[in-house]
């Protein structure tokens, strides 16, 4: 599975963005989607993930009520949705999946996406 994240990029705090994670090579459908992110010295860290039927979701609390995610697996894809921006959630923005019903909070996912850069100005 391949995964590519795109979206991010440059938004004043408060503003909206949304990325999308599109998988190539083997369909999602299966698949548990989650996100990740990782700010200038800091270590990765956990934001959201969703089962494969999109039926149940955890977010980080730093997030909540703040970011949606979700998916179409007929366009194997899984999307975060990113609304009330702050300068705290600059950071580079990894997808990643795993297969499995489980939905992960802990980065012990088989693929990766390469990463979006989200920038948000104060």
């Known amino acids: 599975v391949q995964l590519q994240a795109c979206g991010g990029g440059l938004v004043q705090a408060g503003g909206s963005l949304r990325l999308s994670c599109a998988a190539s090579?083997?369909?999602?459908?299966?698949?548990?989607g989650g996100w990740f992110r990782q700010a200038p010295g800091k270590e990765r860290e956990f934001v959201a993930a969703i089962n494969w039927r999109g039926s149940r979701t955890d977010y980080a609390d730093s997030v909540k009520g703040r970011f949606t995610i979700s998916r179409d697996n007929a366009k194997n894809t899984v999307y975060l949705q990113m609304s009330s921006l702050k300068p705290e959630d600059t950071a580079v923005y990894y997808c990643?999946?795993?297969?499995?019903?489980?939905?992960?909070?802990?980065?012990?996912?088989?693929?990766w996406g390469q990463g979006t850069l989200v920038t948000v100005s104060s």
């Open positions: 090579g083997r369909t999602l459908s299966t698949y548990v």
């Open positions: 990643a999946a795993r297969h499995t019903t489980a939905v992960l909070t802990t980065p012990n996912y088989n693929y």
